[in-house]
């Protein structure tokens, strides 16, 4: 039973963290605390919503009610316990990164619980680990925090749900070496966040043509 | 038959409204009217494909030829009919409410006729409600108007598609009590813009933060 | 075997196209390498997708790792061969009217193969041409392509999708038939690109407020 509860329950912390950052970039465009809800639960919810809806089967987010519960802590918390946080952006990229490790995990293993072949599950957990965010931003009106050329975070990503994939073809996937993966995207985040860490431009012509100081997105 | 043809006839009538909201804002936003009879159709069938996506059937939308038609009566009013009209803005937000009414009682009813419980039923139908505006306000690039602080747009929906699924599990449902349902959230949304209730700010610090004046969006 | 291998064939070079279409804009807004194979992903296989749920088949852009070839090739394609591309608007514009003249038949095809009627196979053809560049401009956060009003973009794509779906219908559809109606469509895109072929208004109020210059976007 406990090996059963373990997804779940990461699941839920990983929906709660994305929805913290969904409900901060509320915060952020002052919208209200209904726009706080929805907002946290498209960006908790929504990456799981697509991956289920190309698995073909009833979306958590509407099946199980339990998966509502973490979107409204998250609008409460980020109402009632964050006055004093004064860099938002920091904040939101941290619990931002929280999601991101633990998604690619769980996504790729909810994948291929239901079958799907390493590949598919791999892309699908990513799918599933970037997919709220880009909801928010686009929803939003921001530019991609996904597509931001000072750090990198599909990469952390794809590694993990790649490294998922690989450890659960190979047998050796246990709730301990999934956590250790989710711990490794988390770092490689944060560790890209504070080094800035870059990946090349998307062509060499922008690079030429590019600024000297990159855009303030 | 009557009893089975209410429900297409309200569900149709929903998609004409929100096709006009759509068809307005392409008029808006100086689109040409293709661009009219896109984005109408995405703000009036975008909802009910998410749902029918969700609940795993093959979407109306696509399905049955008779869900273009309002779509394409709404850009053909918007071209023809509203020289004169020169407060977009408002009519736009007359004829959202009018969709978002008859969307929160269909779309739950679609959701719970499929097999959807009391609580998925009623995420459904708000689902179906707001998701067809916010595709509108995303594709056009434009600040969501279900996340506008000056005025409450989800709360009536949730409230009304709560109350038919609250309705149907005691076995109240009829198209006249549904059509009541609509009604007070057609009202709800028209005072709520009128009188401009507001629901709080996302968060405490955004309040502290916040400017004098609303932005402009 | 050949005749079963052309759709693939020409469904692989859509995406190609349109992911080229993807990663140029991805390099037009400073994106780095991964803004540009997801941007170009998205773009070339995010029309398939959609069409693909609203059929309710595993989508082929998860289920078959081939289709992950055509967008990392245009990532490369973007990065290495395109430093001298000063216009790269003009060339995006190519591309994309390629990606839009395959999609439209092939989306179309594989509708009514997997069993949706004429009517709804051109819906769905048509939203598989159009839907891949809708969610690259919407996610890069510019003005939709498909609404601009300096040219016609839906109107070969629907032409195109519905003269398929005929031939399906009356049995004269064959792969000849199927790539002259798709250079059909790349024709009318580009002349209707050269010559600024327009189609009016989304309303004549619009029209009448209308600046004496289009818009920049």
Redesign the interface.
């Known amino acids: 039973m406990e090996h059963d509860a373990w997804p779940l329950v990461l699941d839920l912390a990983g929906v709660f963290f994305f929805a913290v950052s969904g409900?901060?970039m509320?915060?952020?465009?002052?919208?209200?605390?209904?726009?706080?809800l929805?907002?946290g639960s498209l960006t908790g919810l929504g990456g799981g919503?697509i991956r289920d809806?190309?698995?073909?089967r009833?979306?958590n987010a509407?099946?199980e009610?339990v998966y509502?519960a973490p979107p409204v802590a998250a609008?409460v918390v980020?109402?009632?316990l964050?006055?004093?946080?004064?860099k938002?952006r920091r904040t939101l990229l941290l619990f931002d990164a929280a999601g991101l490790a633990l998604f690619c995990t769980t996504g790729t293993i909810t994948a291929l619980t239901l079958g799907?072949n390493p590949?598919?599950g791999a892309?699908?957990g990513t799918?599933t680990a970037?997919g709220g965010g880009?909801l928010r931003d686009?929803?939003a009106?921001?530019?991609?925090q996904?597509?931001?050329?000072h750090d990198?975070?599909?990469?952390p990503a794809l590694l993990g749900a790649g490294l998922v994939a690989f450890l659960w073809q190979v047998g050796a996937y246990t709730p301990a070496s999934g956590g250790a993966v989710a711990v490794v995207v988390f770092a490689l985040r944060v560790l890209s966040l504070r080094f800035r860490w870059?990946?090349?431009?998307?062509?060499?012509?922008?690079h030429?043509e590019?600024?000297a100081t990159?855009?303030a997105d």
């Open positions: 409900s901060l509320a915060a952020q465009k002052n919208f209200d605390i209904v726009g706080s929805f907002l919503v809806l190309v698995l073909g009833f979306p509407f099946a009610p509502l609008a980020v109402f009632f964050l006055p004093a946080v004064v938002l799907a590949i598919s892309l699908l799918t970037i880009l686009t929803v009106n921001v530019r991609p996904l597509f931001d050329r990198i975070y599909a990469v870059r990946v090349p431009f998307a062509a060499v012509v922008a030429r590019g600024r990159p855009p």
